[in-house]
């Protein structure tokens, strides 16, 4: 069973960094791909970024790419998302997901969801 469990949120100032952490306390961890879905307020969720069961291939929205960077430690069972240069816009709540197919993750329709972490940045 996946249990998807993110932190790492919070306030920052804009041109800020946060790291979120969603750890995984399933065993399917090594065979699935993880991934990052925001949502903010009044607004649809979108996709940020996926990384496959190797964590070898790895994919980001257009609006994070050189700024996100998502990453597995597999002794941790753990993803992370490591963000960078923040803007105001990225203002939103963070969901960790997980399915055994990225094609799933980066669509949104993942089995597996977390349970969300806040992300607030100020100008």
């Known amino acids: 069973q996946v249990q998807l469990v993110e932190s790492g949120g919070g306030l920052v100032q804009a041109g800020g960094s946060l790291r979120l952490s969603c750890a995984d306390s399933g065993r399917t961890f090594n065979s699935y791909s993880m991934g990052w879905f925001r949502q903010a307020p009044g607004k649809e969720r979108e996709f940020v970024a996926a990384?496959?069961?190797?964590?070898?291939?790895?994919r980001y929205a257009d609006s994070v790419k050189g700024r996100f960077t998502i990453s597995r430690d597999y002794g941790k069972n753990t993803v992370y998302l490591q963000m960078n240069r923040l803007k105001p816009e990225d203002t939103a709540v963070y969901y960790c997901?997980?399915?055994?197919?990225?094609?799933?993750?980066?669509?949104?329709?993942?089995?597996?969801w977390g349970q969300g972490t806040q992300v607030t940045v100020s100008s």
């Open positions: 997901v997980a399915d055994r197919l990225t094609t799933l993750v980066v669509s949104g329709v993942a089995h597996h």
């Open positions: 990384a496959d069961w190797s964590g070898g291939n790895t």
